[in-house]
Nanobody, 125 residues
Framework: QVQLVESGGGLVQAGGSLRLSCAAS????????MGWVRQAPGKEREFVAA????????YYADSVKGPFTLSVDNVKNTVYLQMNSLKSEDSAVYYC??????????????????WGQGTQVTVSS
């Protein structure tokens, strides 16, 4: 089993940047697809980005493609989400997530089995 701890959220003005970090411990880091999912008040959890070790591919939701970048440090067992050009609609609780799955469903928030505690991102307009 993997344990996930996020950090790096906060309050930022529109157009600003934040970098989220997710430290993973427990089972081998590369056994999982690693993802970021967010949830705004009153809304369902929404897939943001994911990294699949097979093929070393990264995937993004259309709404964040371009300004957001997911990266992985496999020495530190840490996943990052660099968020640039933030908008008010990016405000949400951001969760680091892991899945023992490597198919197309990694683009769905429901696929993920393991979750961090979440970190709040608030973008003021």
């Amino acid at each position: 089993q993997v344990q996930l701890v996020e950090s790096g959220g906060g309050l930022v003005q529109a157009g600003g940047s934040l970098r989220l970090s997710c430290a993973a411990s427990g089972r081998t880091f590369s056994s999982y697809t690693m993802g970021w999912v967010r949830q705004a008040p009153g809304k369902e959890r929404e897939f943001v980005a994911a990294f699949k070790w097979t093929g070393q591919n990264t995937y993004y939701a259309d709404s964040v493609k371009g300004p957001f970048t997911l990266s992985v440090d496999n020495v530190k067992n840490t996943v990052y989400l660099q968020m640039n050009s933030l908008k008010s609609e990016d405000s949400a609780v951001y969760y680091c997530a892991a899945a023992l799955y490597f198919g197309a469903a990694i683009l769905s928030a429901r696929t993920y089995n393991y979750w961090g505690q979440g970190t709040q991102v608030t973008v003021s307009s």
